[in-house]
């Protein structure tokens, strides 16, 4: 993904195209798990394209909304606001946040997940609809 001025719906739905088109060009689906910004979602992809390509790159993902308040989820974020601490003038940024993503890289650190999924599923069962048969 691009380091870019602005958030716009634009901006996402480009930044989809790219991923779709030339990161998993051969996947089948591309699995998002992102946050509910209203610029996230397909209805961007059909302010930006003719209405076959929206569909084209819509049909290729697989979109996973967090939960609103569950900011223990999104690890990223986390990562984010602590590098937003030391960001320099937007035309250097770029520079800036592909060094610290090579060097977080190169130290190895990975999350420790502690919860696990059949945890999840408890804690979290009222937000996810159930099955009736």
Same mark, same amino acid.
């Given at each position: 993904?691009?380091?870019?001025?602005?958030?716009?719906?634009?901006?996402?739905?480009?930044?989809?195209? #790219?991923?779709?088109?030339?990161?998993?060009p051969d996947a089948e689906k591309v699995v998002l798990v992102m946050d509910?910004?209203? =610029?996230?979602g397909p209805a961007s992809l059909y302010q930006t394209f003719p209405p076959e390509e929206a569909k084209r790159l819509a049909d290729k993902l697989e979109i996973h909304y967090m939960?609103?308040?569950?900011?223990?989820?999104?690890?990223? #974020?986390?990562?984010?606001?602590v590098?937003?601490?030391?960001?320099?003038p937007f035309?250097?940024?770029?520079?800036?946040? =592909?060094?610290w993503v090579e060097q977080r890289d190169a130290v190895g650190d990975k999350i420790n997940w502690r919860f696990t999924t059949d945890e999840a599923r408890i804690k979290l069962k009222r937000l996810y609809p159930s099955i009736e048969e």
């Open positions: 993904m691009d380091v870019t001025e602005h958030r716009t719906r634009v901006d996402w739905a480009h930044q989809i195209k #790219e991923l779709v088109d030339e990161r998993y509910n910004l209203n =610029t996230h939960p609103k308040h569950g900011s223990w989820l999104n690890m990223a #974020e986390i990562e984010l606001s590098l937003r601490w030391s960001i320099p035309e250097t940024l770029e520079g800036e946040a =592909t060094a």
